[in-house]
C-alpha cells in the first residue's frame, strides 16, 4: 500500500518529475479559483444573491469571526493568508470522495511547505505590526535564558504542523484502503465520512494554530490588553 502521493510519477522528463501530488496540488488550486471565479462574477451587495456567493459569503463570514477571536480586529490584514490556508486544506480533504483522488495532504512534502509557510509568516507579520526590534525582543522575554528555548519553539511548532496533518490524512486514507479490501461495502462508506469530517477538522485546527502563532508574535493580545486597560 502506497503511504504516500509522491510515490507515484505520472509525467517524466529529464530531472523534472511529476507526482500526483504535485497533480492533485495544482488541482485543488485550480478548483479554488474557478469556485471563487464563480462566487463573484456576478457580485451583489443586494439580494437575491447568487448560490455560489451565499455559500463564499457564508465561509468568509466565519473565517473573520475566527480571526477576530483569535487575533483582534485587524482581520483584513490576516484574512488572506489565513483563509488561503484553510480553504487550500480543507478542498484537499473534501475531494477524497473521488475515485482515485489522492489528497495533496496526505504527503509530507505539502505539509511541510504549509507549515514552511506559516513559519516565515509569522516573523513577517510580527515585523509589521511591531517593528524589527519589537519582534527580536520577544525571544529574550521575560528573561535573555529563554532565548535558545524560543528559539527551538519555533523549529517544533512548525514540525508539529505538518506532522500533525500529513499523519491525520495518511492514516484515515490506509485505514479505509485496509477496509475496503476487508469489506468492500458498507463499512468503507462509513471511514469515507468519517475521513471527510476529519479532514475538516485538520483544515480548521491547522488555520486556527496559524492565527494563534501570529497573534502570539505580532503582540496583537498586548496591544488588545493595553486597548483594554486605557
Not at 523534472?16 to 492533485?24: D, S
Not at 456567493?53 to 482581520?75: C, D, K, W, Y
Not at 473534501?94 to 512534502?109: A, F
Not at 468519517?194 to 501570529?214: D, N, P, S
Request: proline share 6%; net charge positive; glycine share 6%.
Amino acid at each position: 500500500m502506497e503511504i504516500s502521493p509522491d510515490t507515484t510519477v505520472v509525467w517524466s522528463w529529464g530531472f523534472v518529475n511529476i507526482n500526483l501530488t504535485i497533480l492533485f496540488t495544482w488541482g485543488v488550486m485550480v478548483l479554488i479559483v474557478f469556485c471563487a471565479w464563480l462566487a463573484t462574477r456576478k457580485l451583489t451587495m443586494h439580494p437575491p444573491l447568487s448560490r455560489w456567493q451565499n455559500i463564499f459569503e457564508a465561509v468568509v463570514t466565519l473565517m473573520r469571526s475566527h480571526i477576530r477571536e483569535i487575533i483582534g480586529p485587524q482581520i483584513n490584514r490576516y484574512l488572506p493568508f489565513l483563509g488561503t490556508l484553510f480553504l487550500f486544506i480543507s478542498f484537499s480533504n473534501l475531494l477524497i470522495v473521488i475515485p482515485e483522488y489522492r489528497p495533496p495532504t496526505g504527503s509530507l512534502s505539502t505539509t511541510t511547505a504549509l507549515a514552511l509557510c506559516v513559519f516565515f509568516a509569522v516573523p513577517a507579520y510580527s515585523i509589521a505590526a511591531q517593528g524589527v526590534g519589537g519582534f527580536l525582543r520577544h525571544y529574550i522575554e521575560p528573561s535573555p535564558l529563554m532565548l535558545p528555548m524560543h528559539i527551538l519553539g519555533d523549529f517544533t511548532r512548525t514540525l508539529t504542523l505538518a506532522v500533525r496533518l500529513f499523519g491525520s490524512i495518511m492514516s484515515e486514507s490506509m485505514i479505509a484502503g485496509a477496509l475496503l479490501a476487508v469489506v468492500p461495502f458498507f463499512l468503507p462508506v462509513v471511514m469515507k465520512m468519517f475521513g471527510l469530517l476529519i479532514g475538516q477538522i485538520q483544515a480548521y485546527i491547522f488555520a486556527v494554530l496559524a492565527a494563534i502563532y501570529i497573534a502570539s508574535a505580532a503582540g496583537t493580545h498586548r496591544t488588545q490588553d493595553k486597548t483594554l486597560t486605557n
